[in-house]
Nanobody, 115 residues
């Protein structure tokens, strides 16, 4: 059974930093594409950053230079380091992975950036 558990969200002032973590069980990030998505209130879910099984990274233009996706293979954990946060980064952030043509999602973690 695949399970993704996110943590690390919270309330931070503009310009601050947070690091999100996503621990996977039942699936390995080294074998499947994975990433972070976010959904702000009243908006559609959007891609933040993805990492292919081989490590290739793709990021949304809005977060380039501020957010970094990484993973620890020994811990089967995906990270999202978020720096220089802006109020428009406020959203629920979701961890995602794809295995056998199926999408799996974590429960989401709230990130709120105050101005």
């Amino acid at each position: 059974q695949v399970q993704l558990v996110e943590s690390g969200g919270g309330l931070v002032q503009a310009g601050g930093s947070l690091r999100l973590s996503c621990v996977a069980s039942g699936v390995f990030f080294t074998m499947n594409p994975s990433g972070w998505f976010r959904q702000a209130a009243g908006k559609q879910r959007e891609l933040v950053a993805t990492m292919a099984a081989g490590g290739r990274i793709n990021q949304a233009d809005s977060v380039k230079g501020r957010f970094t996706i990484s993973r620890d293979n020994t811990k089967n954990t995906l990270y999202l380091q978020m720096n220089s946060l802006k109020p428009e980064d406020t959203a629920v952030y979701y961890c995602n992975t794809k295995s056998l043509a199926r999408d799996y999602w974590g429960q989401g973690t709230q990130v709120t950036v105050s101005s």
